[in-house]
Structures are given as structure tokens and as C-alpha cells.
């Protein structure tokens, strides 16, 4: 009985062995010399699903993320990622030298002034999309003879240069990235949106409201871009390109531009790892009663050895911990895409209730790991910052609406809103660590605040910028006021009611204030509120 289920597991194993994809390219000794002196910068625009986006909590995900991972398993490449989350600011810093590779990219006549193209990843078409409740326009032609119709664009797209020589005669009217412009056009701000396929597509999958009309004659090959004056580099990235086979390549592009859409249950990866699960569990269900004695016995020697390595222990966690990021993340995001798709695929309420019950608290793991990772980094000292510019009340509107979507139901009884300076204000900081900075201050107003109101905000004090996060909670007792800075440190606002969290969540603020430049201070009535102070030194 057990040769068949050991059988099972190889072969499914070598089934999933075969599914992953690699290149073949092997660095020659001055490729490798190469790699091995020089490090380099890549720039990240993480508004472009489904090549480059942010998933759940700050993690970048995409086409183009995995195929850096299937080339830095080759090469060992040493770089830093830079974000821009504009993109007219990522095109001009490759254009400046600032950042040594770019991707996805368009080649274009002018990008090729400065960049060196690999050959062509992926093919995706240009899309028009209107709104399903209007006549027009039904094609190019169409859109052609009605001046007044508006085309929503993002300024410096490839696209938007096609809009501009072709509708010259019609308003153009720019937002910021895609999902602006999608957003535009189901307000009703906009009546046309052009943008490549694969990427609407993303934007449609929960929209019933837009439709796509037509394919556009445009350039639509996305490729890696390279600084003309890195050809090493340019080099290697082509070679390791090549080195993926067509067949390869097409299973990449077709995982994130199809399959990544397809109900759980017709996707060849979950049969796969379903067929591992029961086959791993027909073994631990054969083996149990044999190996019940010898486990209690291992694991009373482990304890024992345990008590005997605790101080190694204690100084091997850390960095256990900071490196287990993205293998633990893998699985969860799996968990949050398969409950997605469980409430989008089925209609019964207790379906989506349980799909939803399970990617809240897989959020809830999520957030609850990347705190410790990052509590980790402190406790090290491993934290690299890395400054950008960032517009503030852009940054504030993308943690509200990530919060709006993950504490619906307390909306109901909260206010949750913003409080800007008059004018819009940049500072160079840490884009991902001052996001999660905000987002600890903010998870913790809602935990304390049962009604009333959750306020965030920003403004300038004889011009230095004051950030704050103000509610109208319980409150904090003047007697742990001292303490809530502290590691492991929880309160109650009642002797016998103690709130849920990992009680590192303010150190971890406090540790990244100090980091960033920020001076922490905080205000505290019980039974009215509390409002943290995040002062630019």
C-alpha cells in the first residue's frame, strides 16, 4: 500500500517540476566576473497589472516580477528596486539615468534613444472600452466622428501619443494610472478609455457596468528595457530572455493573462497541489499509528534539545524570520485568490460568506506576518530605506480605500475620512515602510473605536509637515501611556477585556518614525479618543 501513494507523490512531483519555468542561459566567467562587482537599480511601476501590481498588503506580484525571479535564479543578480508610482516620473527617471532597467516597456523611436530592447515577451493588444449603456462609439471609426466624446488617458502611455495624433480633435482629459481612468469611466467622467487587454482586463473582472469594443491598430510588444551604456547588462538580460523557450514563455504570459481568471477548479495548478494533498495525506493517515510513539519520543528529545540551544536560538530567529517573506506569502496569496474566485464563481450566500470569512483572516495572517517580518528587520537592524517622492494626499487615498475594502463592516458606524493642508504636499521618504506606518496607526483607531469617527491626515506647522491619526475610541489610560511604545506590551480599557494583535504593532511605528525622520507623540482622554503626531524632524 504504501510503494503506490510514494509512486503518486514522485509523479506528481515531477508533474510540477515540469511546469515550472527556467531558462537555460548560463553566465560565461566574464558574465559571471561582471555580476559578481556590480549592482544595479530596477524601476518598478506597480499600477500595471497584470505585469507589475501590488497584491494584498504591499506585495509586488506580476508577469514581469516572475520572469526577474526565473533570471535571478540564473544569474545571481544583485540589484535595488526603485517604485514610481507615476508613471510620466518612472519614464524620465529612466530617461535621466536614474534607474539601469526598466519593465514592462513599449520600445518606442524615442525610448530607444536611451534604451537597448530584448526580444519581445508578451503580445497584448490595445482595447477600447465604453460604458454598456451607451450607443457610442462602436469602433475607431465610429469614435472618429464624434468630437465630443471624452477619451480618459494616463499622461506618457504609448497609447495616449496613438489618442493624441489620431483623435486630435476630441478632449483628452489625464488621470493618474489605469484604474483612475477605468473608475472615470463608470463615474461617467469620461466616455472612452483605451489601455492593452490583458490590463483591462483586470480592471473588468468585478465590473458589469463597461465593456470592451474593439482592438486597436497599435504596438502592443512588451519587452525588458536596459541604459544604452549598460551593455553588459543588456547583455545578460537578452541571453537569459532567449534562454526561456517559446513554449516556456507562452505558459508565463498564459498563467497571468488567462488562467489567472479562470475559476479555481479549471486551473491545471490546483489539481496539481490537490492531488498532492490527498496523496500526502493517505500516507500520514498509513503511517500515523506507526509513528505516534516514535514522535512523542522525538519530540520530548527536541524539547530537550531546545532548552539546551535557546540562547542560539533567540539569535537565530531573526534571521530565520526576515527571510521566510515571500515563501510564506506564496501560500497565502493562493489562499486570497482562490476565496476570491469561490465568491465571484458561486451565488450561495454561504459560499461567500465562508470565501469571505477566509480571505479576511488570511488578510488578517498576512498583515499579522509582514508586521513581524518588519519587527524582525528592526530588531536587527536590517531596514533599508529607500527615499522616493511621494505625494502625500495620493499616498492617504490608497491606504483609505485598501482600508474602505477591508473593514466594511464597521463603516456603518465610523466615519472614516481625511484632513488635507490646502495645498498638496511631496516628501522624500520610504514609500513601503511610511505606507505601513500609517496603516498600524490606522488598524489601531478601528480597534479601539467602536462608533464615531477615524480620521487621517496631514498639515504644515510653520512649515514643517505634521502627520496624524485622530479617533474618537476608548481612549488610553494615563497609567499606560508610558508603555505602549513597548515590545509585547497590550492594554485593555477594561480589567478583564483585552483587544487582539501581536503587540508590536506601535513599537514597529516607533521603530519607523525614528528610521524615516518622523518624532512620534500621541494624545489620549479615556472615553474620547486618541490622535497620534507623526512631526517631520
Known amino acids: 500500500m504504501t510503494k503506490p501513494i510514494l509512486l503518486i507523490i514522485w509523479v506528481l512531483f515531477l508533474l510540477a517540476g515540469c511546469n515550472k519555468v527556467t531558462t537555460s542561459y548560463e553566465p560565461t566567467p566574464e558574465e559571471k566576473e561582471w555580476i559578481a562587482k556590480h549592482e544595479f537599480t530596477i524601476g518598478v511601476y506597480p499600477l500595471y497589472p497584470p505585469y507589475a501590481f501590488v497584491e494584498e498588503k504591499q506585495s509586488i506580484t506580476g508577469l514581469f516580477n516572475e520572469l526577474q525571479q526565473i533570471i535571478d535564479d540564473a544569474t545571481g543578480f544583485r540589484y535595488k528596486q526603485v517604485f514610481y508610482p507615476n508613471w510620466a516620473d518612472y519614464l524620465k527617471a529612466a530617461e535621466a539615468g536614474?534607474?539601469?532597467?526598466i519593465h514592462p516597456i513599449i520600445p518606442t523611436t524615442d525610448r530607444r534613444t536611451y534604451l537597448?530592447?530584448?526580444?519581445?515577451?508578451?503580445?497584448?493588444?490595445?482595447?477600447?472600452?465604453?460604458?454598456?449603456d451607451?450607443?457610442?462609439p462602436q469602433s475607431l471609426a465610429d469614435l472618429k466622428q464624434h468630437p465630443e466624446l471624452r477619451i480618459a488617458a494616463v499622461k506618457d502611455y504609448f497609447i495616449t501619443d496613438y489618442l493624441l495624433n489620431t483623435f486630435d480633435q476630441h478632449k483628452i482629459v489625464y488621470y493618474a494610472d489605469d484604474r483612475k481612468c477605468i473608475k472615470a469611466l463608470n463615474r461617467g467622467e469620461a466616455d472612452v478609455f483605451m489601455s492593452q487587454k490583458y490590463t483591462v482586463r483586470y480592471f473588468l473582472k468585478n465590473n458589469d457596468n463597461l465593456v470592451?469594443?474593439?482592438?486597436?491598430?497599435?504596438?502592443?510588444?512588451?519587452?525588458?528595457?536596459?541604459?544604452?551604456?549598460?551593455?553588459?547588462?543588456?547583455?545578460?538580460?537578452?541571453?537569459?530572455?532567449?534562454?526561456?523557450?517559446?513554449?516556456?514563455?507562452?505558459?508565463?504570459?498564459?498563467?497571468?493573462?488567462?488562467q489567472r481568471y479562470l475559476p479555481f477548479y479549471r486551473q491545471y495548478s490546483f489539481w496539481l497541489y490537490t492531488g498532492l494533498m490527498a496523496a500526502g495525506l493517505a500516507l500520514l493517515l498509513l503511517f500515523w499509528n506507526k509513528t505516534l510513539s516514535r514522535e512523542v519520543k522525538s519530540r520530548t528529545e527536541q524539547l530537550l534539545e531546545a532548552k539546551l540551544k535557546a540562547?542560539?536560538?533567540?539569535?537565530?530567529?531573526?534571521?530565520?524570520?526576515?527571510?521566510?517573506?515571500?515563501?510564506?506569502?506564496?501560500?497565502?496569496?493562493?489562499?486570497?485568490g482562490y476565496s476570491e474566485l469561490l465568491a465571484l464563481e458561486f451565488s450561495d450566500p454561504k459560499i461567500q460568506e465562508y470565501s469571505n470569512d477566509i480571505l479576511a483572516n488570511s488578510h488578517r495572517l498576512t498583515s499579522v506576518i509582514e508586521s513581524m517580518i518588519i519587527f524582525s528587520q528592526l530588531e536587527s537592524g536590517e531596514v533599508t530605506i529607500s527615499n522616493q517622492k511621494v505625494d502625500l494626499n495620493?499616498?492617504?487615498?490608497?491606504?483609505?480605500?485598501?482600508?474602505r475594502e477591508m473593514v466594511p463592516d464597521k463603516l456603518s458606524k465610523i466615519d472614516f475620512k481625511t484632513e488635507y493642508a490646502s495645498e498638496a504636499y511631496s516628501l522624500q521618504t520610504d514609500l513601503f515602510y511610511f505606507r505601513k506606518m500609517l496603516s498600524l496607526l490606522i488598524d489601531n483607531s478601528f480597534k479601539f473605536t467602536e462608533a464615531g469617527e477615524v480620521v487621517i491626515g496631514y498639515k504644515l506647522i510653520n512649515n514643517v509637515l505634521q502627520v496624524f491619526v485622530r479617533d474618537t475610541g476608548s481612549g488610553i489610560d494615563p497609567v499606560q501611556l508610558p508603555r505602549i511604545f513597548d515590545k509585547f506590551h497590550k492594554f485593555s480599557i477594561h480589567n478583564d477585556r483585552f483587544y487582539s494583535g501581536t503587540g508590536v504593532?506601535?513599537?514597529?511605528?516607533?521603530?519607523?518614525?525614528?528610521?524615516?525622520?518622523?518624532?512620534?507623540?500621541?494624545?489620549?482622554?479615556?472615553?474620547?479618543?486618541?490622535?497620534?503626531?507623526?512631526?517631520?524632524i
Open 394 to 403: 495620493e499616498l492617504m487615498d490608497t491606504v483609505i480605500m485598501q482600508f
Open 505 to 536: 504593532g506601535l513599537t514597529i511605528v516607533m521603530g519607523l518614525a525614528d528610521l524615516l525622520g518622523f518624532a512620534i507623540d500621541v494624545e489620549s482622554t479615556p472615553g474620547s479618543g486618541t490622535t497620534f503626531y507623526l512631526e517631520k
Open 98 to 101: 536614474n534607474i539601469d532597467v
Open 134 to 136: 451607451t450607443k457610442k
Open 212 to 258: 470592451t469594443i474593439t482592438d486597436i491598430p497599435a504596438n502592443t510588444i512588451l519587452s525588458i528595457g536596459v541604459q544604452k551604456d549598460k551593455a553588459m547588462l543588456y547583455q545578460i538580460y537578452s541571453k537569459a530572455i532567449n534562454g526561456i523557450s517559446e513554449d516556456d514563455l507562452a505558459k508565463l504570459v498564459n498563467k497571468w493573462s488567462y
Open 311 to 336: 540562547e542560539e536560538s533567540d539569535r537565530l530567529k531573526t534571521a530565520f524570520v526576515s527571510n521566510i517573506s515571500h515563501e510564506v506569502r506564496t501560500p497565502l496569496n493562493a489562499i486570497n
Open 116 to 132: 537597448s530592447f530584448t526580444s519581445p515577451v508578451v503580445m497584448d493588444p490595445h482595447v477600447m472600452v465604453v460604458r454598456k
